[in-house]
């Protein structure tokens, strides 16, 4: 009990053990500790990546204690933050996230780095493609968000601000601001002053181990590409 009440407190505090964390490792592959983690993951709301040689705490979306909520990623960066601010956050993660590991093969990561401004173009693309605005409707009945609103908003922000870069309500501090939360995680970290993004190994694991299944990747895709099929239908 005391190596799997550890091995825990190592997870919970850095969301990992990896090659540091010898005799924390060993402990972690007997079967006795493992039952009784998988009992804990249970309890909280977590399972267990093994990958590479590292051991990653990966929360359930529905975990109460350990997942990120709205209110969460409201207030990231200011309290004074709306739930459309949620949502935007959310949506720019996603595309990001896409960008990243949209690839079509048996490993989908298909960049190494990607540039703020990149993520602002595409964004700008996908806000004023009218088949994506023609697809809120289903996102709104089935998520219950507001798309087209969103849309609106990220089009009433102003690009950048060259007098004050660090300012957030522009198009390129949200999508700092997203790039932000996933650097706070240890899943982004950023280069060239600001400018650049980059997944860590800990993301690569993560998304290529676990998250990206074949199921995930459709559905990703489906998300996506669907706007495509919407733009080639026929309009009366």
């Given at each position: 009990?005391?190596?799997?009440?550890?091995?825990?407190?190592?997870?919970l505090?850095?969301?990992?053990?990896?090659?540091?964390?010898?005799?924390?490792?060993?402990?972690?592959?007997t079967?006795?500790?493992?039952?009784?983690?998988?009992?804990?993951?249970?309890?909280?709301?977590?399972t267990?990546?093994d990958?590479r040689?590292?051991?990653?705490?990966v929360?359930?979306?529905?975990?109460e204690?350990?997942?990120?909520s709205l209110?969460d990623?409201?207030?990231?960066e200011s309290?004074?933050?709306?739930?459309?601010?949620?949502f935007?956050?959310?949506?720019?993660?996603?595309?990001?996230?896409?960008?990243?590991y949209?690839?079509?093969?048996?490993?989908p990561?298909?960049i190494?780095f990607?540039?703020?401004?990149?993520?602002?173009?595409?964004?700008?693309?996908?806000?004023?493609?009218?088949?994506?605005?023609?697809?809120?409707?289903?996102?709104?009945?089935?998520y219950?968000?507001n798309?087209?609103?969103?849309?609106?908003?990220?089009?009433?922000?102003?690009?950048?601000?060259?007098?004050?870069p660090?300012?957030?309500?522009?198009?390129?501090?949200?999508?700092?601001?997203?790039c932000?939360?996933?650097?706070?995680?240890?899943?982004?970290?950023?280069?060239d002053?600001?400018r650049?993004?980059?997944?860590t190994?800990r993301?690569?694991?993560?998304?290529?181990?676990?998250?990206?299944?074949m199921?995930?990747?459709?559905?990703?895709?489906?998300l996506?590409?669907?706007t495509?099929?919407i733009?080639?239908?026929?309009?009366?």
């Amino acid at each position: 009990m005391r190596q799997t009440a550890q091995i825990l407190k190592k997870l919970l505090a850095d969301g990992e053990l990896n090659s540091s964390d010898t005799e924390l490792l060993a402990d972690y592959r007997t079967p006795e500790v493992r039952a009784e983690l998988d009992v804990w993951g249970d309890e909280l709301g977590f399972t267990l990546v093994d990958m590479r040689g590292k051991v990653y705490l990966v929360p359930f979306t529905d975990s109460e204690l350990l997942s990120f909520s709205l209110r969460d990623i409201r207030e990231s960066e200011s309290k004074s933050d709306s739930l459309r601010d949620a949502f935007l956050q959310c949506y720019i993660i996603t595309t990001i996230l896409w960008k990243f590991y949209g690839g079509k093969n048996l490993n989908p990561k298909r960049i190494h780095f990607l540039q703020v401004k990149d993520v602002v173009e595409t964004l700008d693309e996908r806000f004023s493609d009218i088949a994506v605005l023609r697809s809120a409707d289903i996102m709104e009945t089935e998520y219950e968000i507001n798309f087209s609103q969103i849309a609106s908003y990220w089009g009433a922000l102003p690009i950048d601000d060259p007098q004050s870069p660090q300012r957030r309500k522009t198009r390129v501090g949200v999508v700092r601001s997203a790039c932000r939360l996933l650097e706070r995680q240890k899943l982004f970290y950023f280069i060239d002053e600001g400018r650049e993004v980059r997944p860590t190994e800990r993301l690569d694991d993560l998304m290529i181990g676990y998250y990206l299944d074949m199921q995930r990747i459709e559905e990703i895709h489906e998300l996506f590409d669907s706007t495509e099929e919407i733009s080639d239908a026929p309009t009366e």
